[in-house]
């Protein structure tokens, strides 16, 4: 992998999430880790100095939220299209109850303070900058609540600010 400048760059962000799905990764070589595929988020910038930033969103059930919780650091890796049939899975099980990384044909880097895989095409570091729990009152229309959360398991939703890239080094 070879770190990039933020600003170098080149995708959709529409497709990068919505389509190709990311893995949220957090956690550290001593007390583990873990991943799960999300396809809801945001990148931009925010506060600071126009800070490269990620948005992502949690439900409170999942086992990947306890790492992104407890750790400074979460990345967000983009892989490809080769393992949409891994993120499936890694978006489907629970690392409670098995080791889904090891499973999915996963190789763990520990670096930055944090967890990513070899295997992805592009990581980005984040650093967490706040986290809170979307409110029901927050929702300006009741379907989106009712068609969303019927459980009412409503996300938590983490800023991190982006502090590296990483693209895969195929030279």
Known sequence: MKEIDY???EFNPFNLL????MLVSAGNEQDGCNTM???WGHLG???GHNDPTAV???RPSRYTKTYVDK???FT???????????MAYLGTVSGRDEDKIAKAGLTKVFADETVYFKEAKLVLIC???YASELQESGFVYQETLDENYPKRDLHTMYVGKIEKVLVRDDE
């Open 7 to 9: 600003k170098e760059m």
């Open 18 to 21: 919505g389509k190709e799905w």
């Open 37 to 39: 595929t999300i396809s």
């Open 45 to 47: 910038c925010l506060w």
């Open 56 to 58: 992502i969103y949690l």
């Open 71 to 73: 750790e400074k650091y």
């Open 76 to 86: 967000l890796c983009v892989m490809d299209n080769d393992f949409k049939k891994q």
């Open 127 to 129: 650093k967490k900058l």
